[in-house]
């Protein structure tokens, strides 16, 4: 890990002398004390520039981010744009820059970038292989704001986030869902996270996971019984977690399978649960996308809670039942999108013919739902 010097001295460029100086008082604004060094100037010996902030503001973009780059061959670089458009985006991947922030910069965005900085975990390890529908999940559950630049031999492109939400994506001369959909069948890429706001004008209505899921291709009954199976393992196991007083497996609004607690009336509990998937069907149908994939209802003393499981149009959904006064919510929730991504990879695996010894997903405890979150 690379220590932080207190106070840190972050490095300014630009191609004018009063951009530097008026981010400079706009970081000592932010963090009393902080150190700003000009671009050129001689820095005191083993006190190396924290971070450099690049300001990128004539008609050839990226001029001054390449200059920094070049001398600073390791240091995290802040790219400060007017405008962050295809090319800008291309120039930010190039440089490898940390974040992207759009100027005339607010002092909230460079807040940001600083807490980001001193909160980032300094390993040089990288990951290859991850698939990459599965990286925009990721950055779509983590609500993540910045920019996705993928190149492959066929060329480059960029899925840009707010919020987790994929709002504008470029890929040559393609723009908004068809050009994800091209960046989705492309193999052997490379990826890189830009972090910020682009402020890009928006080319991609509705929800990344239901454009996701409307995009995937069939899947045969055989493949989703053998995914199944890890499923109903894991059901049975979250029934015998504490304060989980019932689990099953619904699809298209029945009760496939599944266990409750002594006490509970079966037949009851599976009746109330398929009229809770009609309602969020029928919820569904009229706000489409932005319906979420969750719902919950309480009846006196018990909670019931319905989520999604894998694609949409498998129709399947998994059923809890909880003590109304339990304070469970967080904790049954990330069980829940861990089976839902272990059902999810089971599927993408076996449809592609990698054969029924599926790799299994880790076991859920069968503990406390306080103990696991």
């Not at 393609?174 to 994800?180: C, P």
């Not at 995937?216 to 493949?223: F, G, R, S, T, Y």
Request: charged letters at 25%.
């Amino acid at each position: 890990m690379t220590p932080i010097v207190n106070p840190p001295t972050v490095l300014l460029a630009a191609s004018d002398a009063h951009q530097t100086s008026a981010l400079a008082d706009m970081l000592a604004s932010i963090r009393p004390g902080i150190r700003t060094l000009g671009f050129g100037e001689e820095h005191p010996e083993g006190e190396a520039p924290w971070i450099a902030m690049v300001v990128e503001s004539g008609p050839e973009i990226g001029a001054v981010a390449r200059q920094v780059r070049a001398l600073h061959p390791d240091i995290a670089l802040v790219m400060i744009a007017p405008r962050f458009d295809d090319r800008a985006i291309e120039v930010a991947a190039e440089v490898g820059a940390c974040a992207i922030v759009p100027s005339p910069c607010e002092a909230a965005a460079l807040a940001r970038v600083l807490e980001a900085q001193d909160q980032r975990v300094r390993f040089t390890g990288r990951v290859d292989g991850v698939e990459t529908a599965e990286l925009l999940r990721m950055y779509a559950l983590a609500g993540s704001d910045g920019v996705l630049h993928l190149r492959s031999a066929a060329g480059s492109g960029a899925i840009h986030f707010d919020g987790g939400q994929a709002i504008h994506a470029h890929v040559g001369e393609l723009r908004g869902a068809e050009a994800v959909r091209e960046l989705l069948d492309r193999t052997d890429g490379h990826a890189t996270w830009i972090s910020g706001r682009s402020a890009s004008a928006r080319t991609i209505v509705g929800r990344l996971a239901g454009m996701l899921e409307r995009e995937a291709p069939p899947i045969d009954d055989e493949v989703v019984g053998t995914a199944l199976q890890d499923v109903i393992e894991k059901l049975v196991r979250l029934s015998q977690t504490q304060d989980i007083l019932a689990a099953y497996l619904l699809r298209s609004t029945e009760v496939i399978t599944g266990r409750s607690t002594a006490g509970l009336d079966e037949a009851l509990i599976g009746r109330a649960l398929s009229r809770l998937s009609q309602v969020f069907n029928d919820m569904e149908e009229q706000q489409g996308d932005e319906a979420g994939t969750e719902i919950q209802a309480t009846v006196g003393e018990h909670r019931l809670v319905l989520d999604r499981l894998g694609p949409t149009r498998l129709g399947y959904q998994i059923g809890v039942v909880v003590l109304q006064a339990t304070p469970v919510c967080k904790s049954l929730r990330r069980l829940l999108r861990q089976i839902d991504r272990s059902f999810r990879k089971a599927l993408n695996q076996s449809s592609r013919g990698s054969g029924n010894d599926l790799p299994r997903a880790p076991e859920l405890e069968a503990t406390s739902l306080h103990r696991v979150a």
